[in-house]
T-cell receptor, first 113, second 112 residues
C-alpha cells in the first residue's frame, strides 16, 4: 500500500516569512495529491491539490509542487500570517472511483506575529 | 461542509461500553468513510463505503463495525470500548466523479 512521509512535524516562522512542508510517497500509481489545513478544534479542509500531470499549482499565497520522479511534493506558503497557524496534512492516492488517500502525519505550523 | 453531520460532538465512555457514532449526509453521495485522528498520527482510515450495502475495511478496522443500509447514513459502532479508542473521529464524504473529500465536524471520544 501507499506510505506517505511528511516533514517537518513542527515548523515555527516569523510573520512574513515563507514556510515549506514536504511529503514523500511510495506508490508510483498515486496521481492525486491534496493538502488539508486543520485549525485547532476544527475539521480538516482542502486548501489546494495537484495532479500528476502538473508540476506546480498556485493559489494566491500558497503553492504546491510535485516531482514525480523523486516521488515528493511540497506545500509552499509565502508571506505567512498568524491566521496560517494550523496543522497541515498532505495525502496521496490513485485518482478514480476507488480513490482512498493515505495521509501524512501532519505539520504544525506556528506563525509568530 | 458538503452537508455532513456527526453526532455526538463529545462522548465519554467507560471501558467495555458500547456506542454508535452517527454520520449523516443529505446530498446523496455514494462514498463515505470514517477516520480517527490521534496526535502525531495523522488521519487513519477505519472503514469506508462506496454505496448502500457495500463496506470495506481501512487501515485500522479492529474494534469497529460499520453498516450502510441507506445512502444517507454511515454509523460507526464500538462494541466494547477500550482506552486505545480514545480519539477524534471524522466522517468524510466524497462527491461522485471527484477525488475531494469533505470532513464532518468530528466526534471527540474519551474511553476511561
Amino acid at each position: 500500500g501507499e506510505n506517505v512521509e511528511q516533514h517537518p512535524s513542527t515548523l515555527s516562522v516569523q510573520e512574513g516569512d515563507s514556510a515549506v512542508i514536504k511529503c514523500t510517497y511510495s506508490d508510483s500509481a498515486s496521481n492525486y495529491f491534496p493538502w488539508y489545513k486543520q485549525e485547532l478544534g476544527k475539521r480538516p479542509q482542502l486548501i489546494i491539490d495537484i495532479r500528476s500531470n502538473v508540476g506546480e499549482k498556485k493559489d494566491q499565497r500558497i503553492a504546491v509542487t510535485l516531482n514525480k520522479t523523486a516521488k515528493h511534493f511540497s506545500l509552499h506558503i509565502t508571506e505567512t500570517q498568524p491566521e496560517d497557524s494550523a496543522v497541515y496534512f498532505c495525502a496521496a492516492g490513485e485518482s478514480g472511483g476507488s480513490y482512498i488517500p493515505t495521509f501524512g502525519r501532519g505539520t504544525s505550523l506556528i506563525v509568530h506575529p | 461542509n458538503a452537508g455532513v453531520t456527526q453526532t455526538p460532538k463529545f462522548q465519554v465512555l467507560k471501558t467495555g461500553q458500547s456506542m454508535t457514532l452517527q454520520c449523516a449526509q443529505d446530498m446523496n453521495h455514494e462514498y463515505m468513510s470514517w477516520y480517527r485522528q490521534d496526535p502525531g498520527m495523522g488521519l487513519r482510515l477505519i472503514h469506508y463505503s462506496v454505496g448502500a450495502g457495500i463496506t470495506d475495511q481501512g487501515e485500522v478496522p479492529n474494534g469497529y463495525n460499520v453498516s450502510r443500509s441507506t445512502t444517507e447514513d454511515f454509523p460507526l459502532r464500538l462494541l466494547s470500548a477500550a482506552p486505545s479508542q480514545t480519539s477524534v473521529y471524522f466522517c468524510a464524504i466524497r462527491p461522485g466523479g471527484t477525488d475531494t473529500q469533505y470532513f464532518g465536524p468530528g466526534t471527540r471520544l474519551t474511553v476511561l
